[in-house]
């Protein structure tokens, strides 16, 4: 079974940082050839993509995160992060993390973690 579990959320003021982990679990679990991602979603929203980054390290951004976001992996350690800077409040929602190998039809989705924005 693969478990992916996020952490490193929180309440922070505009302008300031946070950065989300999300580390993944499961004997059967090869990190390294699944694409990763964060997406969020904000009260009355529909989940969207916030960054991907695939095994071959290529990473993806929303426009709105582009230059204030940054996506990374740790292969050893089965962990994606997602560095948020200069945060808004309209980046608040839940932060998900997603694990997928789409040419296995694999897609995995932790339990979120929630960013509020706010003064």
């Known amino acids: 079974q693969v478990q992916l579990v996020e952490s490193g959320g929180g309440l922070v003021k505009p302008g300031g940082s946070l950065r989300l982990s999300c580390a993944a679990s499961?004997?059967?679990?090869?990190?390294?050839?699944?694409?990763m991602g964060w997406y969020r979603q904000a009260p009355g929203k529909q989940r969207e993509l916030v960054a991907t980054?695939?095994?071959?390290?290529?990473?993806n951004y929303a426009d709105s995160v582009k230059g204030r976001f940054t996506i990374s992996r740790d292969n050893a350690k089965r962990t994606v992060y997602l560095q948020m800077n200069s945060l808004k409040p309209e980046d608040t929602a839940v932060y998900y993390c997603?694990?997928?190998?789409?040419?296995?039809?694999?897609?995995?989705w932790g339990q979120g973690t929630q960013v509020t924005v706010s003064s």
């Open positions: 499961g004997s059967i679990f090869i990190f390294s050839l699944y694409d």
């Open positions: 997603n694990a997928a190998r789409q040419s296995r039809g694999l897609n995995y």
């Open positions: 980054i695939t095994s071959g390290t290529n990473t």
